[in-house]
C-alpha cells in the first residue's frame, strides 16, 4: 500500500475509532478492566488494628519503632492485541473483510486503553511471529499499531495459535489483560492457552465471516485455498460436500469455546455482518 494511501486509511481510523473509545467505551472499559494487583506506596507508623503481616522490618529495626508497609491498587495496566493476521483473516463476502474488522476492533481497544493511561503492545502471527511491538503509551504508539494492522502481509502460510501463546508468555512476563483475536480455524493451542490464561487475563475474539459457517448452493466453483494457496474444484450443489464444510467449521469452533472455558479465559465472537460496538459493549458489561 503506498504510503499516501495508508496515512489516510490510518486517519479514517483514527477518527471513527478515537470518539468512540471516548463516547462509548471509557467508562465501560475501565469498569470491565480493574487494577487486578497490589503495588508498594509507601511506609508509616504501625497503627492500633494494622496487620502484623506488612509490618517493615527492615524500616522498624532502623527506627526502633514499628512501620507497616502500605500497599495500593495497580491502576496502570498493560493491553497486548494478538492478531491472527494469516492469509484466511483477509478473507470477506460482506462488507468488511475479517482483518479490517479486526483492525477496527484493535484500535477501539487502543484508544480506550490510552484513555486509561495503560500501555498497549501488539504481536501479530501467522504459522511464524510476524511484528512484535513492545507495550507503551501515546498517540503516536497508537497509530504505529494500526499502520501495522493494515500493511503488514504475512510470510507465513498457516496459523499457528500455540506458538503465538507461548512466545507471548515468554516475552510479556507482567500480567496484562490479552485479547487474541482469531478466526480460530485452527486446533492444538490448549495447553499454551492455559499456561497463558494462568498468568494473564486472557479474552478470546472470534471474528468470522457468514459463510465461513454456511457454504451456499451456487454449483461448481474453483475455490482456492487462503493459506495454502492450492485451487481445486468445489461442487456447492452437493449436500455431502456443504455438510463436510459445516462440521469443519463446527469442529472449530467447538474446539474454541472447549479450550477457553476450561482455560478460564473469557471468549466472545463477532461475525463481520455484525454492529461490533454493541458485542464489545455486551462482553464489557458482562465483566
Request: proline residues 2%; charged residues 30%.
Amino acid at each position: 500500500m503506498e504510503t499516501t494511501e495508508l496515512l489516510k486509511r490510518v486517519r479514517r481510523i483514527e477518527i471513527k475509532t478515537k470518539g468512540l473509545s471516548r463516547q462509548i467505551f471509557s467508562g465501560e472499559y475501565q469498569s470491565a478492566f480493574k487494577g487486578r494487583g497490589m503495588s508498594f506506596s509507601e511506609v508509616r507508623g504501625y497503627q492500633y488494628g494494622d496487620d502484623v503481616r506488612n509490618i517493615d522490618w527492615n524500616v522498624t529495626a532502623r527506627s526502633n519503632e514499628p512501620y507497616v508497609k502500605v500497599f495500593e491498587e495497580e491502576r496502570e495496566l498493560t493491553v497486548m492485541l494478538l492478531v491472527d493476521i494469516s492469509k484466511s483473516s483477509f478473507f470477506g463476502t460482506t462488507k468488511q473483510l475479517k482483518n479490517e474488522l479486526i483492525t477496527e476492533i484493535c484500535a477501539v481497544l487502543a484508544f480506550s486503553a490510552t484513555n486509561n493511561n495503560d500501555k498497549v503492545g501488539l504481536l501479530l502471527f501467522s504459522d511464524r511471529i510476524e511484528k512484535f511491538l513492545p507495550p507503551k503509551k501515546g498517540r503516536g504508539h497508537i497509530l504505529r499499531i494500526i499502520r501495522e494492522l493494515l500493511d503488514t502481509r504475512p510470510k507465513g502460510t498457516g496459523t499457528d495459535i500455540g506458538m503465538a501463546l507461548t512466545y507471548f508468555t515468554n516475552m510479556v512476563k507482567k500480567r496484562s489483560i490479552c485479547f487474541l483475536l482469531s478466526d480460530f480455524l485452527a486446533d492444538g493451542y490448549e495447553k499454551p492457552l492455559r499456561l497463558a490464561a494462568r498468568r494473564h487475563d486472557l479474552i478470546g475474539m472470534h471474528l468470522y465471516d457468514p459463510r465461513e459457517r454456511d457454504l451456499p448452493a451456487v454449483g461448481l466453483i474453483h475455490a482456492r485455498d487462503a493459506e495454502t494457496g492450492r485451487m481445486q474444484w468445489v461442487d456447492t450443489d452437493s449436500r455431502r460436500v456443504r455438510k463436510h464444510y459445516a462440521d469443519w467449521y463446527e469442529k472449530n469452533l467447538d474446539y474454541y469455546k472447549n479450550s477457553f472455558q476450561k482455560s478460564g479465559a473469557d471468549s466472545m465472537s463477532v461475525e463481520t455482518t455484525e454492529d461490533y460496538t454493541k458485542a464489545l459493549l455486551r462482553f464489557f458489561k458482562g465483566r
